[in-house]
T-cell receptor
Framework: KQEVTQIPAALSVPEGENLVLNCSFT??????LQWFRQDPGKGLTSLLL?????REQTSGRLNASLDKSSGRSTLYIAASQPGDSATYLC??????????FGDGTTLTVKP | NAGVTQTPKFQVLKTGQSMTLQCAQD?????MSWYRQDPGMGLRLIHY???????DQGEVPNGYNVSRSTTEDFPLRLLSAAPSQTSVYFC?????????????FGQGTRLTVV
């Protein structure tokens, strides 16, 4: 059974800092991995989708990497801003088509 | 605005009552799904559909029914509400199945069963 772990559960940083969020998964036979952002009381917004054949994806200040062999993905946020404060979730989709979500990392960026 | 619309946003039910959570999307997506989000358990898949007339069970289907009569709508029915169904429910859609493409989520329905 696939398990997805996100550590730390919560992170607080000062504005302007570069930071890395981690996502690890136990079964490396994945189809893709997707990072989401969730604001309080809101739904999930897709940030980056990495196919299993890819190593990384970039969108603006966000860069996500994937290392299937070690079962890890990281989300790098450059020059963090207070507006980046949210919960970030990763979701892994297996080759069988099942998606498993992590519990998320709650990020607070202090002005 | 285009996207996934869920109604209602909040609901309180008594144990044993039934209700339907509505979900509609206007992006012509074939794939739609329902998740529940509980603290410490991540999002868990309840039911999904790969197209009109086709539905299948996810990880936690017991106590829930779905139907997909049109591409746009994917309602979730709670047959006889139980306190264990207190949760936040999210509907999602995407162009193809299994989150192969960007997934769009609704804003959620916060359900409390007393």
């Amino acid at each position: 059974k696939q398990e997805v772990t996100q550590i730390p559960a919560a992170l607080s940083v000062p504005e302007g800092e570069n930071l890395v969020l981690n996502c690890s998964f136990t079964d490396s036979a994945i189809y893709n991995l997707q990072w989401f952002r969730q604001d309080p009381g809101k739904g999930l917004t897709s940030l980056l989708l990495i196919q299993s054949s890819q190593r990384e994806q970039t969108s603006g200040r966000l860069n996500a990497s994937l290392d299937k062999s070690s079962g890890r993905s990281t989300l790098y946020i450059a020059a963090s801003q207070p507006g980046d404060s949210a919960t970030y979730l990763c979701a892994v989709t297996s080759n069988a088509g099942k998606s498993t979500f992590g519990d998320g990392t709650t990020l607070t960026v202090k002005p | 605005n285009a996207g996934v619309t869920q109604t209602p946003k909040f609901q309180v039910l008594k144990t044993g009552q039934s209700m339907t959570l509505q979900c509609a999307q206007d992006m012509n997506h074939e794939y739609m799904s329902w998740y529940r989000q509980d603290p410490g358990m991540g999002l868990r898949l309840i039911h999904y559909s790969v197209g009109a007339g086709i539905t299948d069970q996810g990880e936690v289907p017991n106590g829930y029914n779905v139907s997909r009569s049109t591409t746009e709508d994917f309602p979730l029915r709670l047959l006889s509400a139980a306190p264990s169904q207190t949760s936040v429910y999210f509907c999602a859609s995407s162009y193809s199945e299994f989150m192969n493409t960007e997934a769009f989520f609704g804003q959620g329905t916060r359900l409390t069963v007393v």
